[in-house]
């Protein structure tokens, strides 16, 4: 009878402890074995093998009731190196973290003008970033690339970026891969990014991120896992055909219109306007409308047309949670949300609880960043220190 294979199970007890010290921080052997099952002789040398490896590393000691203090370990950050990027019509911006997730470096520049050339813009910036975080563009283990635009499933090709039209050699990013490298390197749709970093504030859920900003995007997240749909365009809400709540045809025919017309930085100052309200149809400006104290009619007719924006995704996936994001949708708050929970509660939909974003910042980048760590873990969790190098081992 076989005893199964020592290089499998050696790799088994590596990434197990791999995942506990990541939840965990810090453990003990003993609490190693306490979690693991692992016999003392056993877990003391996953520990050795992973410390020969730069997986982890010695992290000071823990006093104990009684006898001397045991030796705490921690996973070794510098084991691995991630970029995340976030790319607009105007800027690019990076941020380099380590394994354990801690920035050590970053980079922002806008774009010097119409038809920049991306390939060459991003790797500066790329690289640029792996400098100030002290490390060379090849130490980075993973690179996550976020658009405004719709990415195959796979995250190897941009299919349509309207949004991108400024910069020039998007249309074909073989070369950007080359420079990047290709296995370390995946494109993402900028609101699943945005989805991605959400779910660190409702993990295991399942929700519809309905995004606001310049457009209009969803992200649907089921069971703790993002749907990205079989050609990569889940979650593509903006040209999705709908009558429009509010204007009753003035705007559409009777077959409607996209949803995109809709909502964002344009329509909504358009709609503004319609209640006597001036604001320039910037993405800053009508941010700062959003904040003020709205009149009655306008909030309701927003909320109208954020409320139509999720109905589709709500009766058909059942998520339980809607999250409103985006800089217009966090910019309303509180008073969106409950108009937005009023409008959909009689509608016979699955009962499904709204809520606004917290999350601050740069949300794509944070995105972008969290899913090149989960990459390159899961990466190098698997591989365990059969995957390191001589040198590294």
Known sequence: MSTGNPTVFRTLNERAALELLLQHGTLTRAELEFHTGLSKASAAEVLRRLENGRLVRKAGTKPGPAGPAAQMWELDGSAAWVAGVDLTARAVEVTVANLIGEVRGGFRAHAPGEGTDAVE?????VEAAAVDAGIALDDLDQIVLGVPGIVDAEGERLRQAVQLSGWSHLDDLGDLRSRLGGER???????????????????????????????VGAGAVLNGALWRGVTGRGGEVGSVIVPDPVSRGR?????????GALLGTVPLAELAREHGLDVEPTLDAVARLLRAELPTGFLDDVATRVALGVTAAVGVLDPGRVVLGGPLCIA?????????????????LAPVAVAVSRVSGNAVLEGAVHYALDLARDRIFQAGTAGRTPNES
């Open 121 to 125: 813009f991003l790797t500066d910036a």
């Open 185 to 215: 390197f995946r494109l993402e749709n900028d609101v699943n990014l945005v989805a991605i970093r959400e779910l660190e504030e409702h993990r295991g859920s399942s929700f519809v991120l309905l995004w606001v900003g310049s457009g």
């Open 251 to 259: 705007l559409y025919g009777p077959d409607g219109g996209p949803l």
């Open 332 to 348: 309303a708050g509180e008073p969106l949300r409950a108009c937005v929970d009023e409008l959909l509660a009689p509608t016979g």
